[in-house]
């Protein structure tokens, strides 16, 4: 099947530590591969939905293990290309209770980083597609990952593809010499859906907002072509016991999603990713925008429940949940 | 020491994934040995009541693992036998929250199936017994099957042993050819006390009730050696967190045990087994029914924290429970 | 770096079965190794202040091995002895909800119990340090460990250093023929500070009391060295679910640490031992017995989050629980 | 890239003790999925070689995580299906020195016995490949998977493809009723290239031999189409050290490529699919029948040194074997 | 069944460092149990000999343990006994090539070393068997210990069974204040077979000799009762490559087994156990004395390819290798 | 104890493949830390030779990880210096008979590579020493790292401290714009021992050799206070089969060592720092130079037999191999 979906943005590998371990304690790391995007496709994939992601990866064992991993998940592998650069690596360790989880970041330098812009024939990348998907790390890696992102987002506006991106603005990222504040604008002002937290669109944007409401009604004036604007709200009793709510704001007005809990939490890693294809997968398969949310948050409140960076539930499995059955009863 | 009480029915070998990887995802199972009516057995066994159980392994490595298991458990194996046929399985995955556990069974055609029911000289198994355990899953598994389980029975009355059974009706089983509405009432005519819920009672024997007492009565009124039912309550808070009562119906009139809390889950399977486990224990070991009863729920529930399909808690353990110790403080 | 900071007494090394298997049941254990007091010289050594343990291991594979662990913990190991016996050993399974966590131990005839006082030099050892810690189970392992923990507590005093004492009365220990009650209490005088609960005064002092402050108060009176007297109250709502309260008494009087809660517990050994570090840090870092009890208390509780017999914590991460972050948010 | 080479067969989950723990000992399996054909296209795939694999699987967890494994690799997943029936499974132990390796086989009933021959399209499935590769494994699961093997091989035939086999008689497999004797000559009647054991040839044709050139002669005059009947000589000295040996017999004679000394062995399963893989990627890519048989003679004793049931090595790194670089020297 | 083979002495837990890690590297220990007589009980469980095995265990969570993996191999557990005192233990490390295997004993104040003779007897438990097994181990334990296998071997010759003992002198261990030059012949006077090394031969009983033959000559001279002394050769080419040869001296005169390779060894442990089993079954089952030695030693062998402390092999697969099956080639 | 032997240099994380695992198929890496200078201080410390390590490590968890593990080895951790920049990584994959080990490199970046020569008080650092070894890693790094070491040989000459080198000239590795050529010289120059193949003395200093031999005596002559020039010979049989034979040419002339059989090899990695540990231990504690020679081949060929980057040998286990006990038999 061609794919309706085309995600663009690196993928890391993960070193976790095993169960609750420090990272400074631990013996071995679990190793999974992730990204923003790629989680996003890997994600579409699980429900059905024909999805391809482009990237860079290393041309060395580790690129080729990452690459296999997203083409095991159903991801459309098309557009994996291999350069010079090495594995972009994130460690992490698990907290518990007020122990708060962490992330040490080995990203710099990677093949992605140092991708070349004429590489990617975006007319060609996303001839079959509807709908392409970025985020904001992307254009924080490099000077060459922000441009082909501007080109890829032109691209898919020219040949009418829906374009969505999660801001997801990284202070510490953008270390290339060029401003967030210059670069993010020209390219969300080519997105129909965003989502976008109220410090993302003050650190970001200079929009100050007193709500959630309130700044995106601002967004979407800033951004003529900006339809959608959504957000989770996470209220976090714990490493291991948050409860989220999705947040959406379009043309018919603001709304919000059932609030789900998740205790205990057994991977808290792209939970957001997993919001943004449960939107995907709502606006492309379900009738209304009430309908898409409830089917984002729950989504993502699935994601907290499975090992690894992307989400491993069908969209009956997510449906169900949207249905009311919270029982996790056994399923024989 | 000779048996006191008698299982019989299949033992399956359960892979699971480990922690709560989803099945697609799991590198490797766990493997653990299981049955209805041998996790009675076990259980018994751990709570120094001798413990029989009557089955067919397939003659491979895995029945030897199998029968090997639960001789570790302290059950007796004096009538482990082994035939032609595979090994019943089943593959299960860990949920958490408001994802569910699930199960994927994968036991047709296997030697417990296949079992020829001249091989069984119930006379000479029950003898020097006081107890006949089974449950609705062995006469759903085949004809011999059901034909083997009618005759313990018979021979049990004969001998003035007492009959019970876990009514445990699933629908799906049932794919030999005759109609468990007509192959269960016979059986269940035979028992002193049964397991049973509404829905088994509704979908076996016609019985509409407006609730458990309304229902056992009934019950009791159709099978007139029946002297007790018995069920579980259990509230279901997510696939880690469960609130389990167990209820029971006499000529002493309706009981409920206290409610115990169960969070974090570390089992779930083999939670009614421990039941009737406990409850077997209390009808020969404990005062009266209300005792029974609450020593049967609380063996249920610590079934629940334990990794298994059988109970491994000594009477003093469940009885600390029943007598209010719930703290979970170290025991050094 | 001088130590700041001598601790005093034996490590075990802990076998402990991986995830709730029971001990029966494991075919593995796990791991580590721990004491009363190494415990608190290696919680010092993890928020940087400089901590010597003395003590004496057996001479052989795992006594070396228990000394590397400590000195990779970053505790001095100057004053490492070893000697002939064996190494004290406890085996673990980890409970979960109402099912509590137990211990076997396997200590008796240990290196540490047939240690020579003459071995000792104290002046030489405590020379430049400022603090000596011991807890009440080195004295009742041996009559050589109580002698030399008297010897190691005189000439503290003699030059001037602090000294704290876990009084921590465990009577099964007591064995080698001299009474807690009359080892006890010269030893009790000489400290500055000590951890002591309702029933350890009664049963080591014979003080009754009706409250942790009356208790307190009797104490200070009866050893007038005795300036601080600490404990921790503990309700424990299940084996993975307690909540901790720090309580103090000096000069100032009576005071209470704010309550943490700690769900899920991820390793129950040495919470009180990450509470004494916790108060010796807050009596050598911070302006006042508020702050040092809250520090201890958060200490304490943060140690239940983290596998080990010590507290791998530092002290800007406890200090941020103290400070009111209870969230456990993701850190990147 | 359209794929080359078309493998057809089913795919078996192998459940693996580990180490070399016997069946009955094992407390955990290790998973893989393999099959006698598949495992040439994963190779191939490996080597750079675009194969396609066509299959049923069941239409559940165990048949997607098959599935997605293969994806993994780098098989085209363009004719993967899903059907009722279950995951066949084999079970098995690793042997050593004298101590043979064991396999429980466990697949009656399969998805892919249960196959409908008329879901099959050969012409559109076959339509931009060049060589289609089965084994007899295949045509023994039962009379609907011969059926598909017949008209896969007419297709082949008919569009112009080689077609290759690996005889690779199981006597006991056989069991739908039919004779291999009768069924499966018709089906190497429509091959270019069979490997063939002296023993095969002797119970599926009634050819009796001296040598396996003897054989392969009267193989190819019983069969007009078949041109090259390959084979390995493998001397078993014990289930960690092998020797193999390719052997071939074409129009050009008799050939034996360099005997492989293989110790110790990692993964014994497998072996002779590599071979034939490393032989199809000889006749693709290497000029002559001599570099292709040592080249397949390579990648077989390179399989049996990875872990798994197809071959994880490139062609570049089975080329330097071939080329004489037997020292395991590390490679930084 | 009655079981034939009665079997006396104490059983360890194993603590073994995973793979070839050092003692003090490992983090975590393979728990496995085993003992000298134990093992050849379990062995003959394998072989369908019915075996018991006397003991006593500590009343603790690891006698009980202990006891559940012996009655899992199928030993007759009814005359396990529960006591005070500790388990014994011992540490292992697992050598190659040169490098040597260790293991680090700690096994003083176990519950078998403070046995009751009074507790045991001998008449009643070895009623129905028709041998009695014993080593040197158990007389080196304690007094106690040594009165009861004393009081065991007069009961057998009394009750006209054979008896056996592997005399295995480990100078270590006799620490209870009896010489073992005093205590060991008159037990070696009951016996009808034995295992002896020509050093053991002169530590014991002071017999200088040149050859094994002419050992085994003298002690069957000094000990009039003896018909049978046996031995292995072993040439150790290093710790995971050795070679094994049976000697054995009867009325028949002197014999050698074939010498079987052993390449790589799995686990070194219990080896000479095996061999006595082997000798004992053989001489139950088999034909000849030669024929019992070849068995002898290939079940020592075989025991080399297996994990654990006793013999996980069936008489069917022993035999093979006697029968020259060398090869190793997998079973399906 | 003061410290005799201070090596310089940078410390890596090893991520390692469990078992024979390819990198791309792992689940999970195993976590080592090791360093070609480093490693020679660890194995001396095990010997029972201060030794401490100097070295810049990331200032971040992974950093103090690694700086934990060497203290725990025993190490000197008084000059462990913390900065920016990253953890230096290498991944790893163990082979198996033809079939090579590979290690992929993550390095650049790192902190040590971005140290602060003027951070080295060499003086101070090498005040009590009477050793120095350096590698030629080192100087590859960076041109701070060449810088800092310079520095480091120039103040021990100046003390009188022995300077000795591992040449280990790794092409890739110097990308910083100097040549080696040009940097390792001079460096040399202050060294009285090195290690360095003829391919080493051809490529960094232009000199062509028939032989160790002459090879060794040219470059003596070059270096006028070299007095010793050592290497390894290697002969490989395969990734886990190797034969050692260690070589020396001083005033006293060409020696050779004994050659040492390694099957199976364990660990690979560090056998020629175990090699130049060995020799420093038998400068500073042997009588001649052919016992060094032979205690230096002996150790390294012990490393190969045990996990881990460095040596976890005593002196005494490695004069066991020198005085010829190569059986690896079991140690009680």
Chains 1, 2, 3, 4, 5, 6 share one sequence.
């Not at 959608?228 to 018919?252: F, K, P």
């Not at 949310?293 to 729950?298: D, H, I, M, T, V």
């Amino acid at each position: 099947m061609a794919p309706k979906v085309i995600t663009f943005g690196e993928i890391l590998m993960r070193l976790a530590a095993p169960g609750h371990d420090r990272l400074a304690q631990a013996n071995a790391f679990n190793i999974r591969y992730g990204g923003g995007e790629a989680n996003v496709a890997a994600a579409l994939a699980q429900m059905g939905i024909p999805a391809a992601h482009v990237t860079v990866f290393p041309d060395n064992d580790l690129g080729r293990a990452a690459a296999a991993t997203f083409r095991q998940a159903g991801v459309d592998d098309g557009h994996f290309m291999y350069g010079p650069g090495r594995m972009g690596l994130y460690f992490m360790e698990t907290g518990a209770g007020f122990r708060p989880s962490r992330i040490v970041y080995d990203r710099y330098g990677s093949a992605f980083a140092r991708l070349n812009p004429a590489d990617f024939n975006w007319d060609e990348i996303l001839a079959s597609a509807s709908w392409l998907h970025w985020t904001g790390i992307t254009p924080a890696i490099s000077a060459a990952a922000a441009e082909a992102c501007g080109q890829a987002i032109q691209a898919a506006r020219r040949l009418g593809l829906m374009v969505s991106a999660d801001v997801n603005y990284r202070r510490v990222l953008w270390q290339y010499g060029q401003k967030a504040t210059d670069v993010m604008p020209p390219l969300v002002a080519g997105c129909d859906v965003v989502v976008c937290t109220q410090d993302d669109a003050a650190d970001l944007f200079g929009i100050q907002s007193e709500s959630f409401e309130d700044m995106a009604g601002q967004l979407r004036q800033r951004f003529p072509e900006l339809k959608t604007v959504l957000a989770t709200r996470r209220e976090s009793l714990g490493a291991s016991h948050n409860r989220l709510t999705g947040l959406c704001y379009t043309d018919e007005g603001y709304g919000e999603s059932p609030t789900f809990e998740i205790n205990p939490i057994v991977d808290r890693i792209g939970g957001g990713d997993a919001f943004f294809a449960g939107w995907i997968y709502g606006a492309l398969q379900l009738g209304n925008q009430r309908e898409a949310l409830a089917f984002a948050a729950a989504a993502s409140a699935w994601k907290h429940l499975v090992v690894g960076d992307f989400n491993l539930a069908t969209a009956v499995e997510i449906q169900q949940v949207v249905d009311g059955d919270l029982s996790g009863r056994l399923l024989r």
